[in-house]
């Protein structure tokens, strides 16, 4: 037999089978293989970029525990506690399920915040990846509201008093503020209209993340991945196929992620699980502090620094608007902190505060705290609207590696 005949008769087994039949009709196999195996991507990549895949996952089990518990859930202010109790004590492996979902609200809002610290440190928002960083920021905001309306569902003294307490807080926007309080409580205080509302709006945004995640991975094999260095790859040799190199850095981010998760789940319960939520909702019981999950108290912080209850609640939702304008305020033409020293102090500054805003909303901006925080809100906002403009004057006669294989000796 000729060599072309014998090409012929392996081209013709090979496209025999279920997987090249389905291909050829939907070529799902071809793009699986296109985009996550033989997908170039910068060589140089570092631990931090795990942290896609990790969130992908924790979604991924989150949606999957969320369902299970919605199915056992009662969604009324009478029966809801009763449902979650019966969840963790009646039901086979349901308080496994529950703490595992507690768990990944805590884990994902933290990944989610060294993800989003990670592209402002090396510069993942610059030109052409705007769209990346802007339905980045589109899913921070759905997570948030999809996890204080899930914060809200166990019906405990802390969600009770807890969407009471944002239910004001709307209320302090001119013109719309009294509608939208209503709309979220459907009446004076919080019972079962606010919290069936709570629950559609817990459980339709969470499959809307999905759907966004989707976009925003579809923007991210658009443009590539940004690396390390903040430059584009030049040529084959700065990059390598994601498969497998990636997926086995993936895989073991992956399991280091899952021990960690575990040691919080089994051993440490208490850092997820506020005690004062274990008591059923009492509107005639006021608690003695009210504060929401350490991932939203920096923006508690910085609602209890400003004086103005309405000013509070304008430079919190504020911190987050801020950050879709980034990719504009920032002018300079490099992208990561690693050649931008005085950016990087900025950075470091950043995150000092952030952290320290925590702090402040977790001792409610008292005494000294008051002090720290109004300091740390000025310098969150003015490393955006002042810094990030200003960068570009002290950055000039930056010499960048010529390509990323260079840098690396390579």
């Known amino acids: 037999m000729t060599d072309a005949g014998s090409r012929d008769t392996q081209d013709r087994q090979e496209k025999t089978?279920?997987?090249?039949?389905?291909?050829?009709?939907?070529?799902?196999?071809?793009?699986?293989?296109?985009?996550?195996?033989?997908?170039?991507?910068?060589?140089?990549?570092?631990?931090?970029?795990?942290?896609?895949?990790?969130?992908?996952?924790?979604?991924?089990?989150?949606?999957?525990?969320?369902?299970f518990l919605a199915i056992n859930y009662t969604p009324t202010a009478a029966g809801a506690f009763a449902?979650?109790?019966?969840?963790?004590?009646?039901?086979?492996?349901?308080?496994?399920?529950?703490?595992?979902?507690?768990?990944?609200?805590?884990?994902?809002?933290?990944?989610?915040y060294i993800h989003l610290f990670r592209g402002l440190y090396y510069g993942s928002y610059k030109a052409p990846r705007e769209m990346l960083w802007l339905t980045g920021l589109v899913l921070l905001a759905m997570v948030m509201f999809t996890?204080?309306?899930?914060?809200?569902?166990?019906?405990?003294?802390?969600?009770?008093w807890g969407a009471d307490v944002a239910g004001k807080a709307v209320d302090e926007v001119p013109v719309v503020g009294p509608w939208l309080e209503h709309f979220l409580q459907g009446g004076d205080a919080p019972g079962d209209v606010s919290l069936h509302r709570f629950f559609i709006l817990h459980m339709v945004l969470a499959f809307a993340v999905l759907g966004v995640v989707g976009v925003h991975v579809a923007a991210l094999h658009v443009t590539g991945s940004n690396n390390p260095l903040g430059i584009e790859p030049t040529g084959p040799r700065d990059t390598v196929p994601f498969h497998p190199y990636y997926t086995s850095k993936d895989a073991l981010g992956l399991i280091l992620f899952a021990l960690l998760f575990a040691v919080v789940v089994f051993f440490l319960p208490n850092v997820v699980f506020e005690a004062e939520n274990f008591r059923p909702a009492n509107p005639l019981h006021t608690p003695a502090d009210i504060e929401p999950e350490w991932y939203f108290l920096p923006f508690y912080g910085i609602l209890q620094s400003v004086p103005s209850k309405f000013g509070g609640l304008l430079a919190s939702v504020g911190a987050i608007l801020v950050l879709f304008l980034v990719p504009w305020l920032d002018r300079s033409p490099i992208r990561s902190a690693r050649f931008r020293p005085v950016y990087r102090v900025g950075m470091g500054v950043l995150v000092v505060c952030f952290i320290l805003l925590g702090f402040v909303g977790r001792h409610h901006a008292q005494g000294g705290w008051m002090i720290a925080g109004r300091i740390a809100v000025v310098y969150y906002f003015a490393h955006f609207l002042v810094l990030l403009p200003l960068s570009a004057r002290w950055e000039r006669g930056v010499v960048l590696p010529e390509s990323i294989a260079g840098e690396r000796g390579a």
Not at 31 to 42: K, L, Q
Not at 83 to 111: C, D, K, N
Not at 149 to 156: C, N
């Open 83 to 112: 449902s979650i109790e019966a969840i963790e004590r009646q039901v086979p492996s349901g308080w496994l399920l529950r703490s595992i979902h507690v768990t990944g609200a805590s884990m994902f809002l933290a990944a989610l």
């Open 147 to 160: 996890a204080f309306a899930g914060y809200v569902l166990p019906w405990g003294q802390m969600s009770y």
């Open 17 to 67: 089978g279920i997987l090249p039949w389905l291909d050829a009709r939907l070529p799902v196999v071809s793009a699986f293989r296109r985009e996550y195996v033989d997908y170039r991507t910068p060589r140089n990549l570092n631990g931090l970029w795990n942290f896609g895949a990790i969130l992908t996952v924790v979604l991924l089990v989150m949606l999957a525990t969320g369902i």
